[in-house]
């Protein structure tokens, strides 16, 4: 079975429906699959709901789907530095659900596992725990939260080998496993891909059984916030 | 009167030898600048990292390595990277001592708000929820007062919570207070700072 694909717009050939669910890797600007993405706005499908930790900025990752007016829903936890978001959210085009961070990683790992709900204290008396159940264990209140099964996860990592397993680089492995684990069908962009052989066995991030497609490409990899000391 | 990087110096003085700590955006950041010596603490940053270092020197930028307000930063000898969910797990899962957030607003009771203005500002709370469900203690770092001069240690918060009686310590640019039974206690002045202006500018109770 080959999983190598030569385009991201290859990769997602015949994978893209109006009115899915996309989980998408990375954290601000980190390790975002901005290929993928890049080819989801040329595609040009609508109505999309994508759960993110973050929406991008205005020109760069869930950003440019933003402007597109592809993106029905976000789940996301901070959405801080998107002005396009905030107006299109404001005046009511785009839906929002707010996600704790941490629930939503753990909500993707938990589809990816097979767990479909999980107790946790994260948001108890907030209005994240508004409607949802609430059960005690050990003199503690938890709060029930679903599993989030996505139709697709795109996710990007630093190498994979042609079986597609994954290795990520330093901070941008971020929110990539459990979104790639989350999805009916995952699609990575890498920044090389190697020979299977040539990744230690050990070393692996995620196996490629959660990877069913993958695309080598030159990612633009902005930085956010450059922030630097004296020498 | 404490400036930004005075509030920052003091939150360091809550650290304690051997602890893993959370540093939230914005103030909390600069915590890591003034670290005592002696004490030997490991920074987390829940984007999916411990033994977080400086920010680089120009030129050193790495885009694959940010902390969580998305500044780029350095790795140390002792750092380990994760994913997200294992990042919470470990804050869920209360292995992190002590986090220090930036709030927009406190109540006496130590509820938090840091994370909305219903429509107006939309953010996000980001990993504060989970930081302050989970940690073993949480202290807050903010200004004392909003832009407008109104007191952000309140009798009860006024935006949609982050937490229920999550917070043990406020350090303000006005000095620093601990929610006890009853409301706030002042522990500390900061620098130039009367008992009755920082008095003054509290909507809380502060017990005696």
Redesign the interface.
């Known amino acids: 079975m080959k999983k190598i694909y030569p385009t991201a717009a290859a990769a997602l050939d015949g994978l893209l429906k109006e009115g899915m669910l996309i989980a998408a890797g990375g954290f601000g600007l980190c390790g975002i699959p901005e290929l993928l993405l890049q080819a989801i706005k040329e595609a040009g499908t609508k109505n999309l709901t994508f759960a993110s930790n973050n929406a991008g900025v205005d020109d760069f990752g869930i950003g440019i789907l933003l402007q597109s007016k592809q993106v029905k829903k976000m789940i996301s936890s901070y959405v801080g530095e998107n002005a396009e978001f905030m107006r299109q959210y404001l005046s009511g085009e785009l839906e929002l659900e707010f996600n704790p961070q941490g629930t939503l990683a753990e909500r993707m790992r938990a589809a990816g596992s097979g767990i479909p709900g999980f107790y946790t204290k994260t948001g108890v008396g907030t209005v994240i725990a508004e409607g949802k159940e609430h059960k005690d264990f050990n003199g503690e209140t938890y709060i029930l939260e679903q599993g989030l099964f996505a139709d697709l996860s795109i996710v990007k990592a630093w190498k994979a080998d042609e079986t597609g397993n994954l290795i990520f680089r330093k901070t941008a492995r971020n929110f990539n496993p459990p979104a790639a684990m989350c999805g009916k069908i995952c699609v990575a962009e890498v920044e090389e891909i190697v020979p299977t052989g040539s990744l230690d066995p050990d070393h692996v991030h995620l196996a490629g059984i959660y990877v069913h497609r993958i695309v080598q490409g030159q990612h633009e990899k902005r930085i956010e916030q450059r922030t630097v000391r004296e020498a | 009167m404490w400036d930004r990087n005075q509030m920052a110096a003091r939150a360091a003085l809550e650290l304690q030898d051997g602890w893993y700590v959370n540093l939230g955006i914005g103030i909390p950041t600069l915590v890591s600048n003034y670290i005592p010596k002696g004490i030997e603490v490991t920074l987390q940053?829940?984007?999916?990292?411990l033994g977080m270092g400086?920010?680089?020197?120009?030129g050193?930028?790495?885009?694959?390595?940010?902390?969580?307000?998305?500044?780029?930063?350095t790795?140390l000898p002792q750092t380990a990277?994760?994913?997200?969910?294992q990042?919470?797990?470990m804050?869920?899962g209360g292995k992190i001592a002590m986090a220090i957030l930036g709030a927009m607003e406190v109540s006496q009771e130590g509820?938090l708000a840091n994370w909305?203005i219903p429509?107006k500002l939309?953010?996000?709370?980001?990993?504060?929820?989970?930081l302050v469900?989970?940690v073993g203690r949480v202290v807050v770092v903010m200004d004392h007062t909003s832009k407008h001069g109104e007191s952000k240690l309140l009798t009860a918060c006024t935006l949609?919570?982050?937490?229920?009686?999550v917070v043990d310590r406020i350090i303000t640019n006005l000095g620093v207070l601990d929610v006890v039974e009853g409301g706030l206690k002042l522990l500390e002045l900061a620098d130039g700072v009367t008992e009755a202006e920082l008095r003054a500018a509290t909507q809380a109770h502060i017990v005696n």
């Open positions: 940053s829940e984007n999916g990292m400086p920010f680089p020197i120009s050193q930028e790495d885009p694959d390595l940010i902390n969580a307000g998305k500044q780029t930063i790795e990277y994760f994913d997200s969910a990042s919470f797990g804050i869920r509820d909305m429509g939309v953010k996000g709370m980001g990993g504060a929820m989970d469900a989970g949609p919570l982050t937490g229920k009686a």
